[in-house]
């Protein structure tokens, strides 16, 4: 089967595919012919597999030890409701602050903000994790993209820059004209396919691909 029999069979789009054979939770064999990846009933039972697991919440990691047989789906369970129970615990936390919170007639601008978290602080100390919106501001994914590429725009253009002023410089020298003008269009080149990759990135961040990937 092809990549998108597969999606459509499974139910896990074909980025999430990927994913899962980069992490080696899944190896289909390549088609001798075409070099294609080929899927089988195998592989569509590992993958619904691995589904089960992320919708139950199992990390990664969990599900590597499960199929290498380090471990037990018995194992694996009593390890992830462990996490779970640390979880219920943390959430019970946070409603149990939302209910005192619901009691409060005043607006936010007249809150006292301090107290609650001097509370959150104490709870923290002891074990307790509350969810931090901030961190996952998506505006901080886009730096390493944008910072990447910048630094390979300003590199490519250089080296095209380069060309360009060996040429002037010592015309008599210098290779033909027109070599110059195929050396110099080569970083153009690759600097329209770092603003191409960027500009996917991007719409990818905005989409919520990669935690998708991720989660399932």
Request: net charge neutral; glycine share 6%.
């Amino acid at each position: 089967m092809k990549i998108n029999e597969v999606e459509a069979l499974v139910g896990i789009t074909k980025k999430n595919i990927r994913f899962y054979e980069e992490k080696g939770l899944l190896s289909p064999s390549r088609n001798s012919e075409n070099g294609y990846r080929d899927y089988g009933e195998a592989e569509v039972a590992v993958l619904r597999r691995i589904k089960l697991m992320r919708k139950l919440g199992v990390p990664i990691e969990e599900i590597r030890r499960m199929q290498e047989g380090t471990q037990t789906v018995g194992d694996g369970m009593r390890r992830h409701l462990v996490t779970l129970e640390r979880e219920r615990q943390n959430l019970e936390e946070s409603v149990r602050l939302c209910r005192l919170l619901q009691e409060r007639t005043e607006p936010l601008r007249e809150l006292d903000a301090q107290s609650v978290l001097e509370e959150m602080e104490k709870l923290e100390q002891s074990g307790t994790t509350f969810q931090n919106k901030q961190k996952q501001d998506v505006r901080i994914r886009y730096v390493a993209p944008v910072v990447i590429a910048a630094v390979m725009v300003v590199l490519l253009a250089a080296l095209a820059g380069l060309f360009i002023w060996g040429f002037m410089e010592d015309p008599a020298s210098a290779p033909p004209l027109a070599l110059v003008a195929v050396l110099a269009a080569i970083p153009a080149f690759l600097i329209c396919g770092v603003l191409f990759a960027l500009f996917q990135r991007i719409r990818e961040i905005g989409k919520g691909e990669i935690d998708d990937a991720k989660k399932y």
